[in-house]
């Protein structure tokens, strides 16, 4: 049980730092399951009532629950959100689709930051530590989630993850969620902003097909614009797409690769606290 | 795909809400999707027919309200039904929506003898 929040259950997901590596045998197969068990603490009562039908033997009992399913997740989120107030910490969730360049990103926003600012990492993967290796590299201390067969992070998985990291106060928390434009949308890990990536070589039609994931996002950053030149991307129609479906959207155009932008994402970085 | 997880989440709910009231079979759980939940219904439904087994809610009857979207223009306060996120007020054609309902998705109720 942990004594400071009252959580309680062990690490079934898979919770590391960097450089955690696996011997592949060929008679040797890892099957990480994707469990969950979770605590739920509620906290208002149910009526229940009787109904008694006179054509079947024992009386039924209509329990009423109206209990929102995400309860818990939300629950864990707010008490994530709390704990990075308390801390001064900005936590910013980093969502996109595989290969978008969200860690590219990041070791370059990490090289640029350390200097002045403290800054964390929790990574999500399905397997490996690859991408905490690159941010510990970087220069960040950084804790790798690898959910087996999972395909979000969730606000219990980053809580449990918080527990093996000693994050100081005024820092920056950078999660990298798990490469997935579907069911990250709907979890929240308690961030301040959400900060999805995009990349011009996936297709401008990205917000009619991810919905979802573009109304729940605060930037928008349309990574690799080195490619432009060589893509069939209009970035004009993903932003006029998007700001349909989220008016409040902002967005930055940058390339880690070479540079360009970054000082804009920084400065939107700092404008956050 | 994330509807196994929910699913999941929901044998936990309906284990611990039945623990409370002291009943060991359940008979029949309603749950409420909207159309704007970002859950699959149909997804969920096979999901929890998976994950219930040898749980209390192996045999259970699930059943699944349906709640469509609606929005509010906040351009001319027309109230409209929305079936995606992308739907604009009929009236206005504005873009300007906020979603009124659709958005659910909970357990509403269990029969249990």
């Not at chain 1, 902003?193 to 573009?214: A, C, Q, W």
């Not at chain 1, 950053?221 to 959207?249: C, G, H, R, W």
């Not at chain 2, 206005?92 to 249990?112: A, D, K, M, P, Y």
Request: proline share 3%; net charge negative; hydrophobic share 35%.
């Amino acid at each position: 049980m942990c004594e400071t929040c009252g959580c309680g259950n062990p690490d079934e997901v898979n919770i590391h730092g960097p450089g955690h590596h696996h011997d592949h045998e060929h008679d040797h197969h890892h099957d990480h399951e994707h469990e969950q068990a979770h605590v739920h603490e509620h906290e208002h009562e149910h009526d229940g009532h009787w109904h008694s039908h006179s054509h079947e033997h024992k009386p039924k009992k209509v329990i009423d629950l109206n209990q929102d399913i995400l309860t818990e997740n939300n629950r864990l989120a707010e008490w994530n959100r709390g704990y990075f107030e308390g801390k001064k910490v900005i936590c910013f969730n980093l969502v996109s689709s595989p290969g978008s360049g969200k860690t590219t990103i990041l070791e370059k926003t990490i090289r640029e930051l350390i200097p002045s600012r403290k800054i964390f990492v929790i990574e999500g993967d399905q397997q490996t530590s690859k991408d905490a290796d690159r941010i510990e590299k970087a220069g960040a201390p950084s804790v790798q989630i690898n959910t087996g067969s999972g395909c979000h992070l969730d606000a219990r998985m980053v809580h449990s993850a918080l527990h093996k990291m000693e994050i100081e106060n005024n820092s920056i928390l950078f999660i990298e969620n798990v490469g997935n434009l579907v069911c990250p949308a709907l979890f929240d890990l308690g961030e301040k902003k959400r900060v999805l990536v995009i990349s011009v070589t996936e297709g401008d039609d990205k917000p009619e097909k991810y919905p979802y994931m573009f109304r729940s996002a605060n930037l928008c950053l349309i990574n690799k614009t080195d490619l432009l030149p060589y893509v069939d991307f209009d970035i004009e129609t993903v932003m006029n797409s998007a700001k349909q479906l989220n008016p409040d959207l902002e967005f930055i155009r940058v390339s880690a690769k070479s540079g360009e932008g970054m000082d804009k994402w920084y400065e939107w970085l700092g404008k956050q606290g | 795909m994330h509807e196994l997880s929910l699913a999941a989440d929901v044998i936990e709910l309906v284990t611990q809400e039945a623990g409370k009231h002291e009943v060991s079979v359940i008979e029949e759980v309603l749950i409420e999707i909207g159309d704007l939940s970002g859950v699959e219904a149909d997804i969920f439904e096979h999901a929890m027919k998976m994950v219930s087994k040898d749980t209390l809610l192996e045999a259970a009857v699930v059943k699944i309200k349906r709640t469509p979207g609606k929005g509010h223009c906040n351009f001319c306060n027309n109230d409209f039904e929305m079936k995606s996120f992308f739907d604009q007020c009929p009236n206005c054609q504005h873009f300007t929506t906020e979603i009124l309902e659709g958005r659910e998705f909970r357990v509403v109720s269990l029969v249990t003898s």
